[in-house]
């Protein structure tokens, strides 16, 4: 299945960091980019056709896939002054870098990519910059299993806050930490129909146009999980990432220790 990835946006909380003025797919975890092990994820499960969504600093993304460095996160042997590979990371890759525009929401992105997914039935669709261990194979099964037009995954709040009820009077009945609560939100990892086109306009946008109307209709499924999903919306989430990765705490890196599955249908 091709994969769409959302990456051309401001990533304004993330500004500042050790990325500079490049997007926030491109902020570093470990040696390679936030997208890299967002597409190391995908490919992991056999899917390997892969959609940019580009918009600000389009040139950051192009630049590192056109200067790939394979040895930076393979090993290799170096013979006469050349390197040889042990193993590689994107050689069966295909990427099409599609300029969605700088100020396109997200729906409109998608929109502008579609003659690219050639009449595709179902695809995957992400922002490129939250990471999880999430089953992909069980998330696609559940859906093509549905007459459903999108499924997005759901994960607990992620906040640390609380929660407190009170009466009309101030006084505290009880106090619930968010994560705590009977709440979903949207995790990021889409598993889309053509279907969400029609439901799509003009400059509109992915979850509060296409899915919502979904979900109007009955169409929307939902995939919770309670595993690890990390997002990276400030400089510190994304900083814990690269501290975690450095520990050799990378429970997203499935590629690192159970067999590549084959490709989903």
Known sequence: MKVVLFCGGYGMRM???AGGDAPKPMQMVGPRPLIWHVMRYYAHFGHTEFILCLGY??????DFFLNYSETASNDFVLRGGKAELLSTDISDWSITFVQTGIESAIGERLRRVRQYLDGDEMFLANYADVLTDAPLPEMIERFARSDAGASMMV???QSSF?????DEGGRVGSITAVSEMPLWEN???FVL?????DHIPENGDLVADG????AKRGRLLAYPYRGFWKPTDTVKERA???DAYARGDRPWALWEREPATARTA
């Open 240 to 242: 814990a990432l690269d």
């Open 155 to 157: 994960v607990p709040p």
């Open 15 to 17: 500004r500042g960091g």
């Open 187 to 189: 995790g990021g990892y």
């Open 211 to 214: 899915c919502a109307e979904l």
């Open 193 to 197: 129909r053509q279907d969400v086109f």
């Open 57 to 62: 600093g389009a040139h950051h993304i192009k």
């Open 162 to 166: 609380h929660c407190v009820e009170m």
